[in-house]
């Protein structure tokens, strides 16, 4: 391979990560303004935009337990990550090989260093399973930073 086809390469590569870099935005300005819909509702909405229903269910997934594990750093959470198939199969992975939540967290610290909009954070936050978990182990008394998270499982719509 030569010198121009690594450069081809890495620019169709840069692409992709832009591209995706754009997706995760969208789907956090669909989640930002989440009121009562289903989230086969949301994921619809986030799959109009990426044409690709399996990332719109990822990120749909992804994005809340980013914002989760971000604004509640008191909690040990888990690097641990299920998903769940339609057959019953599960395939267990950690969530730091994931490339997806790796640029989900970069956008979401981005966007979080800058003005902040507690009522959108609030609206994604409660769509996370690990936030309410954690809201719910405090409501019953527990203190936050006695709090240890289980594995992320997610139920994929297909393999």
């Avoid at 890495?10 to 754009?22: K, P, R, T, Y």
Wanted: a negative charge.
């Amino acid at each position: 391979m030569g010198f121009f086809d690594l450069f081809k390469k890495n620019q169709q590569s840069q692409a992709q990560e832009n591209d995706l870099i754009q997706s995760i935005r969208h789907a956090i300005e669909i989640m930002e303004h989440a009121d009562s819909e289903s989230h086969e509702e949301i994921i619809e909405k986030i799959a109009q935009y990426t044409k690709d229903e399996h990332l719109a269910w990822e990120l749909y997934c992804l994005i809340p337990s980013a914002y989760c594990r971000m604004i509640v750093k008191e909690v040990q959470y888990t690097n641990d990550m299920i998903m769940v198939f339609p057959d019953d199969t599960q395939q267990q992975t950690l969530l730091s090989n994931n490339l997806v939540y790796k640029v989900i967290q970069s956008v979401v610290a981005d966007k979080l260093s800058g003005e902040i909009d507690n009522k959108k954070i609030q609206t994604i936050l409660f769509q996370s399973s690990e936030f309410n978990a954690i809201n719910n182990a405090l409501n019953d008394g527990s203190a936050l930073g006695d709090l240890m998270t289980g594995p992320l499982v997610m139920f994929a719509p297909e393999k």
